[in-house]
């Protein structure tokens, strides 16, 4: 079987190697505004992480641009405009402090027509996409799809789905569809025939809808290779080709494991012969795994992880969604996230990857903000993102950090500016505007909106969402960890307070925020960046490190240790910059913004020597 699947593979990239889209050959763009000189190389993954042209260990963060992919109102675009792709694209950076963004596209509008893709819908994708490259942000398309399409719901039905065109669901038999009692939409999935059968058969290529999609896809990425500048498309960082994939059914016999050998993990392999074809091969495919394997609700978990996939190796990223399905039904968890809620789920996203020799992201997580449950929602998301940061708990970390593992990347759902005031006739029904939260099935997650002038605001603690975190660290991360001291309500939440046992750093931390990062150098030349949330304000951040003490860090240069620089873009945001001139020593660098005036250089003194001490104890 494996031998038969080589040689398609080799003949599907003869048939389709050729195929390319109208588009001007791109020239080399000028310099992202702020950029300097170790910025905009390409993204590889190599021994397990992202690793960026300087041989930098990177981190990516941001959100999924946006749910607004999933509605007609504005065809399938995740905006009206690229005026309004520009001015999320600034928010996201400077209000959201994201570096990457997972950007949705529609295969319904991309092929409306069998055989013919829509080249106006991939010249506006491309316009907005190249919105967010020039604010310095890395983007990776997603071909994405719930409950296979809209065109699968009546016009009066509670449900609405997204992903293939209506030509697909027209060729099919398909039944009336029907959920029965399902008060969340995701039941659908199981519970729905008429999404179960057009499930089943894309993956079965019946009517050649598998072979369609990946002409489609393959033409989609040639037409971004073509039609962004060499620069830009440097800024790509891979595909995502398929969102949340389940079988539909199972055939006799078939497991949830075997369906992602048999099924999922060939369409995997197709998938990445159309992207080397397309001109992307030296871009990771970001591999989603049977959407149930990692599910908290026993009834709902199915065996999976591409468990039977062996080494992905550097042409693939392991690519999840997490979803704390206990919190969101109301019903199996009454009460809030905890520190350390989700070490354990955030830990066997680690162990999958590197048991599968590549690097993790976790592509969608978050929790709804109105309704029900949203109560729970500070704390699950500060749980989400203590877990990225690190798989030991705060109650712990000070005592184990050598334990904390990779620093995970992740795109939060979602960043949709027109949240709140969307204008979605549901499954084309005029009598069924849709204009509150998502406008999609009842959905509100985003975690922006525009206020009454236009502007983009927070609809989340600031203190959350902005986050310090080790955007690219020179050699290889030890440990990280982040105290934001955001909000549930009045309440400031601290689940990783300086222990005792360093008093001196627990005075200069105060009540504010830190971050504490620790790493080996590599003898690499470019510097180690900490992203700086705007609660950091150059003036007022302290910085205490082996390599040096600041307090108002001074602006970067070769011969700084610890200096500040804006990040590429043009947006406002900002990075800390730690240089080190060694290899395999182990370095470390707090930074808080804990101090209201300078601290003074005893204190400084002192809590750096806490920190060695402590470093050399813990972590070396």
Known sequence: MPNIRTRLLVVLVVLFGSLTVAGPTPATAAPLPDSLWFDETPLTVRSGRFVDGNGREVVLRGY???????????NGLPFAS?????????????????????FLLSWAYAEPVRGQVDTGYLAKATDQMRAFLDAGIRVYPDFH????????????SWYTGDGAPKWAVDLGDYPDEYCGICP????????????????????HNEYGLQDAFLDTAQKAMTYLRQNLTADRFTGVVGFDPYNEPHAGSYDSGQTSRTWERDVLWPFYEKFRARMDAAGWQDKPLFAEPNLFWNANLDFQKQEGGLLDAGTLGPRYVFNTHFYDQKAISGIFMWGKAADGQYAGDFGTVRDRAAATGTTAIISEFGHPLTGSVSGKAPTVYKAMYQALDSRVKGASWWSNPAGSGPVLSGSQWQWDI?????????????????TSGDAWNGEDLSAVRLDDSGTPVLRQDARLLDRIYPSATSGTTVAFTYEDRSRDGSTTLTWNPVPSSLPNVAQLVGSGQYGLLLWHSNGGTAPTELHLPATFPTASTTVV????????????????????????GGTGSRRLLLTDTDSGVLHYALVTNGATTAPSAALLTAARSELSTWAARNAG
């Open 64 to 74: 999924n641009v946006s749910g607004e992919t999933k509605l007609k109102e504005n």
């Open 82 to 102: 690229t005026a309004d792709a520009k001015k999320s694209a600034t928010a996201l950076r400077a209000l959201g402090g994201g570096n990457s963004v997972r």
């Open 145 to 156: 799809q719930d409950l296979h399409s809209r065109w699968l719901f009546d016009t009066d």
């Open 184 to 203: 969340f939409w995701g039941q659908n999935i199981t519970s729905n025939e008429a999404v179960k059968q057009s499930t089943y058969d894309f993956w």
């Open 418 to 434: 027109y949240n709140g005031r969307h204008h979605e006739l549901m499954n084309d029904n005029p009598d069924k505007v849709q």
């Open 545 to 568: 490190s082996d390599l040096g003490t600041a307090y108002a860090p001074p602006s970067y240069g070769s011969a700084t240790p610890v200096g500040v620089a804006a990040e590429p």
